[in-house]
């Protein structure tokens, strides 16, 4: 079992950064990948950025690209998602996931283990 906690969500204003932060326990000796996955209010969840762990390659959707980091230190077991430029469209509660077999990283059954989520806030 793999458990997952997100913190650093928040309220910012249109053009601020936040940082994310997802410390993974447990079992985490063969995750392949962990992302951050969002959910806005009456929209399906969607694949925001991942970080293969192997080799630390990422991919991102192309509403964040340019805008968004993610990033792992392993010695915490920990992935982070740095947020610049923020956008109202950017709201959403923001989930960590982690997966032993991930393929399609933006597939959100690809994925076993989920946090509780963190909501960030972004207004105009």
């Known amino acids: 079992q793999v458990q997952l906690v997100e913190s650093g969500g928040g309220s910012v204003q249109a053009g601020r950064s936040l940082r994310l932060s997802c410390a993974a326990s447990?079992?985490?000796?063969?995750?392949?990948?962990m992302a951050w996955f969002r959910q806005a209010a009456g929209k399906e969840r969607e694949g925001v950025a991942t970080?293969?762990?192997?080799?630390?390659?990422?991919d991102y959707a192309h509403s964040v690209e340019g805008r968004f980091t993610i990033s792992q230190d392993n010695a915490a077991n920990t992935v982070f998602l740095q947020m610049n430029s923020l956008k109202p469209e950017d709201t959403a509660i923001y989930y960590c996931?982690?997966?032993?077999?991930?393929?399609?990283?933006?597939?959100?059954?690809?994925?076993?283990?989920w946090g509780q989520g963190t909501q960030v806030t972004v207004s105009s």
């Open positions: 447990g079992d985490t000796y063969h995750i392949n990948a």
């Open positions: 996931a982690a997966g032993r077999a991930v393929s399609s990283w933006w597939v959100a059954n690809d994925y076993t283990y």
């Open positions: 970080i293969w762990t192997l080799d630390e390659s990422t």
